[in-house]
């Protein structure tokens, strides 16, 4: 077993952002490298007529998940589908959803978000910015949280002709921002 299957023996995992480009690929590596894993949690909003139910069929049903369900035929089983809106002031989750999403989960990997260049400023910052905040708030009151993994928006340095791996301060106090849009 690999060091990394290793690490996922046993943990819970929540995933946001899990019917997403980036989450559906994420959820299928975790599911097909770590048979150990315990759950994956995914926040899942009903869309387009379709319930939440609907939407991870939808997703194990696709030929992304062929491979994974030949080496975990009971992946149905391992994922749970929390609703959820993280537009929404409190993410739109249940109390008893919740209590469990606290209690249980061990790592978090957070992909939802808008990547829309031309997207409402109020509507960016509402999803990429406050409801991220909201979710670190809400992983700071998990006891068993070993890691919290933002994939942050692509080309948020677009101003900078070399990009390094470092963190820039950013030209407005972020603060400022999130309390602007509440104006
Ligand atoms: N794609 C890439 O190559 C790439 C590379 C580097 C970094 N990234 C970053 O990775 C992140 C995800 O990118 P992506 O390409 O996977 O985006 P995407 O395909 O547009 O997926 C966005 C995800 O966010 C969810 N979401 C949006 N609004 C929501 C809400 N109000 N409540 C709950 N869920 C909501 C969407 O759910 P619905 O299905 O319900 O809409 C979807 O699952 C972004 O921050 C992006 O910048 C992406």
Same mark, same amino acid.
Do not use: W
């Given at each position: 077993?690999?060091?990394?299957?290793?690490?996922?023996?046993?943990?819970?995992?929540?995933?946001?952002?899990?019917?997403?480009?980036?989450?559906?690929?994420?959820?299928?590596?975790?599911?097909?490298?770590?048979?150990?894993?315990?759950?994956?949690?995914?926040?899942?909003?009903? #869309?387009?007529?379709?319930?939440?139910?609907?939407?991870?069929?939808?997703?194990?049903? !696709? #030929?992304?998940?062929? #491979?994974?369900?030949?080496?975990?035929?009971?992946?149905?089983?391992?994922?749970?589908?929390?609703?959820?809106?993280?537009?929404? =002031?409190?993410?739109?989750? =249940?109390?008893?959803?919740?209590?469990?999403?606290?209690?249980?989960?061990?790592?978090?990997?957070?992909?939802?978000?808008?990547?829309?260049?031309?997207?409402?400023?109020?509507?960016?910052?509402?999803?990429?910015?406050?409801?991220?905040?909201?979710?670190?708030?809400?992983? =700071?009151?998990?006891?068993?949280?070993?890691?919290?993994?933002?994939? !942050?928006?692509?080309? !948020?340095?677009?101003?900078?002709?070399?990009?390094?791996?470092?963190?820039?301060?950013?030209?407005?106090?972020?603060?400022?921002?999130?309390?602007?849009?509440?104006?």
């Amino acid at each position: 077993m690999s060091t990394i299957a290793a690490f996922y023996e046993g943990k819970s995992i929540l995933i946001t952002g899990a019917t997403g480009f980036l989450g559906k690929v994420l959820m299928e590596k975790l599911f097909r490298t770590c048979p150990g894993l315990k759950v994956i949690y995914i926040l899942v909003r009903p #869309k387009a007529g379709h319930t939440l139910q609907q939407r991870v069929v939808q997703i194990l049903n !696709s #030929k992304l998940f062929e #491979k994974v369900k030949e080496v975990c035929p009971n992946v149905h089983e391992k994922i749970r589908a929390i609703k959820s809106d993280l537009n929404h =002031s409190d993410l739109a989750i =249940s109390k008893e959803d919740m209590q469990e999403l606290l209690s249980c989960t061990d790592i978090i990997f957070h992909c939802a978000a808008t990547v829309r260049f031309d997207d409402h400023l109020r509507h960016a910052v509402q999803l990429n910015v406050i409801a991220t905040q909201k979710l670190l708030l809400m992983a =700071s009151q998990m006891p068993k949280l070993k890691a919290f993994i933002h994939l !942050s928006t692509a080309f !948020s340095n677009c101003n900078l002709k070399h990009i390094d791996e470092v963190v820039y301060p950013c030209p407005v106090e972020p603060k400022k921002i999130i309390d602007s849009m509440e104006c």
